[in-house]
């Protein structure tokens, strides 16, 4: 188990290595640091202003090692950094990245906890449901819906939920955030209903299938053949045996609710991690992207690593070697 | 069973009863409806609010606020007139010699900053403290300081001993690792002061500035000039969980900066410090509504007796929510959750018809105000160019007339801004001294013909040129490389291709394009420029020849040189607006219009909305707020917002219902089948 732990933690770092040279290589392909130092000063600075802004950011030096500077370069600051969990400053505004970080967590996990949870509350009784209805016209729309609701864009359920909800039928705010605990659910609950409406479909679809290929085996036939109840089957039997899949698909996402949610936070105006790295990668802010990249790399191998460990805890007939 | 169960219509009704108390979409506290809060909002935090360098609108919009100045613009008088501020009155004006102006300051006495615990750093429980002069000296050794990086260190630097300071102080440091460690103060006080800066005692100040900078006053109703207490750049040092200063503004403005969260809100609360709170029976300038205004601001209510006199500011709070998108923040607009807004560009049509508000907008009491910015947009030739530019001689004057006069800005203006801008004429924008509302430049009149035969004239009959047989090719040079710049150059090239010209766009990103005018390898681009102040010496300057971009990277892109402009231009720019000076202008003007360095297109146009609570508004066309002398009605805005967003909830309940419908059949089905 130990050295299963300690295989997976070292892919793991040249997984994440990797993706920092990757990010590196490409956020310097389709910009410079000039264009870095420039978004943050603004156009109508003097160049001294710029070659100065670069020199106290550490973009003066040349991008990759080479003579002469094998540690003096870019590629090498960008690693020690991250690798030494020292993330700086933004460019943007030279405020500490670490304290963004600690401000932003608390209105992403206020938004993602409870979609996270709302989701799973939502979508695995749905999927009980239909699959409970199974080849009824209860489960054949149940399918026609989420294949619907699985193709059209999240985008779309943000504009159309905050033009109808917001604009039209004026239910809740169309957007904005307040940590006010009297604001915070009102704020909260269309970016819940539009990050529930967008998930269920996939959810619903995916627990449906896992639900009834648990259902049709050998001991769910036993046990009605004994004449236990449909329900009794469903809630006992079948979700119990169909933990092993529910859990790979939950334990990977939990990592990513301190990440926040990218579109959520920016369209609904939740000043969270997610708002932050659409914030850095539109305003050329390398320092902030680099660190969002590091962390959701990290965050990734972790939930990998963990998702393995608790097969074992919830089936043991599974054993990691 | 039956504790699950009941376990389940638990968690029902906890998630229904904070479902049901959420159905507004009112984002504010209930408690705050009947308050004077203004709400405004904001796409993009400002990267610093150190008013040495905040130089943006959206910085501006705190620093303004929170940061008083000696010398403010009147707030409904046009052309733009400089009135007392912190300045107990005008400074007077004394020529040294022909070189050097004083220029002598007094300061109103008994100003405090803004509560904050900084203050302590000069006395234990210190909140605040007296403005002093030193306090404004100290604020212009930061703008010559190179640490600070202030963007106005140039005009600025017209301030006697202001470079040499500069230089003392890079000296001081390069001499001493350890004395760039000193606190800014004591290095400030090490070099000494700067020559042309002088304090008389705690309320007294003189400034010495060069003669031929006259403008230099603008720069003293502008934050960058605020008094800042030294105080406030020791604390405020990102250590110990300290902000920065960048990040904690303190000043002696109207409202002081009570929460800054970048990403989500700023929230401005009147300043109880403030000189017009604490000594309204001065009745200055700056802290009274004025009495005065145009014509027209009789017309608006905005000099109605109920308001004119009285103390400002009537706002006690403005709050600012980021709007990232467009489309949500005009939606809360018309539900009536911000107070102003412009127009987006999605809702153009709906809001404006035929150049004025539409009838549905207007029943709602929303207002559309118009204002012409102090800026003007322009196309430029290079005339250090062998074909376009001043080698080329007559035949290339005549070009560069043929070309301005097939450009047709109106056209253009509709589609590319829906109709918003003024089409340009000359340099100068309306609301500038200077600005000849008669005044038709007749190379910018509509006349294919005139062209045609100007540009045969030059030596391309049918736009063809001789040496090559083919249609005379220019490049048309930007860094601009998005698909609507290339609609908006294509019309430009299109209106040429009439004279048989071909104009190439050559889009190329920003340093390749740096680069192309650092080698003077361009032809034809197009520019634009916001004014600093009001004053026309601030757009005069852009043709003025020691400004060429060629010479020293300056402003005047076009490289255009004119010995008898530039004589004018030195002449206009140290005259009080005088008929004299309205003359030099005039001629300037002519020589522009022969000589035709640019062909000009328009000055930008903001149109505004308001609603009918907010009062006394006036656009101020530069981006220093003007909001203590605005006021609301909140009851009214109460009651609107309340009728114009009451929950439609049938929709709720048709839903309900069916999802009811669709499972009933299936439960009943199930319980048949089981029986």
């Known amino acids: ?110 938004l993602t906890l409870p979609l996270f949870l709302l989701s799973l509350l939502t979508a695995i009784p749905l999927s009980l449901l239909v699959a409970f209805f199974r080849e009824t016209y209860i489960d054949r729309l149940g399918v026609v819906v989420s294949v619907l609701a699985m193709s059209v864009s999240i985008l779309l359920y943000i504009i159309g939920a ?56 050998d001991y769910v036939r036993t046990a009605r053949a004994k004449g236990c109840g449909e329900g009794r089957i469903m809630a006992r039997h079948v979700f119990r045996n169909s933990l092993i899949p529910l859990l790979t698909r939950i334990i990977l996402a939990i990592p990513f609710l301190f990440m926040g949610s990218l579109l959520l936070e920016s369209f609904f105006g939740i000043p969270g991690l997610g708002a932050i790295t659409v914030d850095a990668i539109q305003g050329n802010d390398f320092s902030v992207l680099r660190t969002m990249v590091y962390i959701g790399s990290l965050l990734f191998v972790l939930g990998q690593i963990v998702t393995d460990i608790s097969y074992g805890l919830v089936d043991p007939r599974v054993r990691i070697e | 069973m039956a504790k699950s169960r009941g376990a389940w219509v638990a968690l029902g009704l906890l998630l229904l009863v904070p479902g049901l108390t959420a159905c507004t ?87 405090l900053y803004q509560d904050d615990p900084c203050f302590a750093l000069g006395g234990e429980g210190r909140t605040t403290r007296e403005v002093v002069t030193a306090d404004i000296a100290f604020e212009l050794m930061r703008l010559a300081d190179p640490a600070v990086n202030s963007p106005v260190a140039e005009p600025l630097s017209n301030i006697r001993g202001f470079a040499e300071f500069s230089r003392r102080l890079v000296e001081a440091r390069e001499g001493d690792p350890g004395f760039g460690e000193r606190p800014v103060q004591e290095q400030y006080a090490a070099v000494g002061p700067m020559e042309g800066v002088r304090t008389l005692g705690r309320y007294g100040f003189e400034v010495v500035v060069s003669s031929r900078y006259p403008q230099i006053l603008y720069w003293f109703a502008m934050p960058f000039t605020t008094p800042v207490p030294w105080e406030a750049i020791a604390w405020y040092d990102g250590e110990a969980g300290r902000e920065r200063f960048a990040d904690h503004p303190v000043g002696a403005g109207p409202y002081w900066l009570a929460l800054y969260d970048k990403h989500a809100r700023f929230v401005l609360e009147a300043n109880p410090n403030w000189y017009g709170v604490q000594h309204p ?285 530039d004589a004018l231009y030195v002449a206009m720019k140290a005259r009080p607006n005088d008929a004299v000076r309205l003359a030099e202008i005039e001629e300037m003007r002519a020589i522009v219009e022969y000589e035709r360095p640019w062909i000009e297109l328009t000055h930008s146009e903001a149109y505004s909305l308001y609603h009918g609570w907010l009062t006394h508004v006036k656009p101020f066309g530069m981006s220093f707020p003007m909001t203590k002398y605005t006021d609301l009605d909140p009851g009214l805005r109460a009651r609107r917002r309340a009728a114009w967003n009451e929950p439609i909830l049938w929709p709720l309940y048709a839903a309900g219902a069916l999802v009811v419908a669709l499972l009933v059949p299936a439960v009943f089905t199930f319980l048949r089948e089981r029986q």
């Open chain 2, 281 to 565: 029976e001065w009745r200055a300038p700056g802290a009274t509504y004025p009495d005065t205004g145009e014509p027209e601001d009789y017309a608006a209510g905005r000099l109605e007796s109920s308001v004119v006199g009285q103390p400002l500011p009537f706002i006690e709070r403005i709050e600012f929510r980021r709007e990232k998108e467009s489309i949500p923040y005009f939606n809360k607009f018309l539900q009536g959750y911000y107070d102003a807004a412009g127009i987006i560009k999605e809702s153009f049509d709906k809001v404006i018809h035929e150049g004025a508000l539409s009838d549905d907008m207007r029943a709602t009491g929303i207002a559309l105000e118009k204002s012409v910015e102090p800026s003007v947009f322009y196309i430029g030739f290079n005339m250090e160019d062998d074909v376009v530019g001043a080698p080329g001689g007559d035949e290339s004057r005549k070009l560069r007339q043929a070309m301005s006069l097939v450009v047709d800005t109106l056209e253009y203006t509709r589609l590319f801004s829906n109709g918003r801008g003024v089409p340009a004429q000359s340099l100068l924008p309306p609301g500038l001294y200077g600005y000849d509302a008669a005044y038709r430049n007749p190379f910018r009149q509509l006349d294919v013909e005139r062209a045609r035969r100007l540009v045969a004239e030059a030596g391309y009959p049918d736009g063809v040129d001789p040496a090559s047989g083919e249609p005379l090719r220019l490049t048309f040079d930007t860094s601009d490389t998005s698909a609507q710049g290339q609609l908006r150059f294509k019309f430009f090239t299109r209106a040429w291709r009439q004279l048989g010209i071909d104009v190439v766009i050559e889009a190329t990103n920003y340093n390749q394009f740096q680069e192309k005018v650092r080698n003077g390898a361009y032809q034809v681009f197009v520019w634009g420029w916001f004014a600093d102040y009001p004053d026309p010496e601030n757009f005069l300057f852009l043709l003025w020849s020691e400004m060429a971009r060629s010479k020293g990277g300056g402003p005047n892109t076009a490289n255009f040189s004119n010995p008898r402009y």
């Open chain 1, 162 to 217: 905050q033009y109808v909800v917001g604009r039209l039928l004026h239910w809740f705010p169309i957007s904005g955030f307040d940590s006010d605990p009297e604001l915070i659910v009102r704020f909260l609950a269309l970016p819940l209903l539009v990050g529930v409406l967008a998930g269920i479909g996939g959810d619903v679809r995916f627990y449906r299938t896992v639900f009834l290929e648990e259902s049709n085996t």
């Open chain 1, 1 to 110: 188990m130990l050295a299963y732990v300690i295989r997976r933690l070292v892919y793991g770092v040249g997984v994440v290595f990797g993706v920092l040279f990757f990010l590196f290589v490409l956020f310097f392909t389709v910009t410079s640091p000039d264009d870095v130092a420039r978004k943050a000063l603004g156009e109508r600075v003097p160049p001294a202003v710029i070659e100065q802004w670069k020199a106290s950011h550490g973009y003066d030096r040349p991008l990759f090692p080479g003579p002469g500077a094998w540690t003096e370069n870019m590629l090498f600051e960008h690693y020690r950094r991250m690798l030494t969990f020292d993330f700086g400053n933004s460019d943007a505004d030279d405020a500490p990245i670490a304290q963004r970080l600690r401000r932003g967590m608390v209105p992403s996990l206020t």
């Open chain 2, 25 to 111: 979409n009112n984002p504010y506290a209930e408690a705050d409806d009947q308050r004077k809060i203004l709400y405004k909002s904001y796409r993009e935090a400002p990267r610093t609010l150190d008013p040495a360098v905040a130089y943006t609108t959206s910085a501006h919009a705190i620093t303004g606020e929170v940061y008083e100045t000696l010398l403010e613009y009147h707030y409904l008088e046009r052309p733009y007139v400089l009135i007392p501020g912190l300045a107990a009155e005008m400074p007077t004006r004394q020529e040294i010699d022909a070189d050097w102006t004083l220029y002598r300051f007094a300061l109103r006495e008994g100003v």
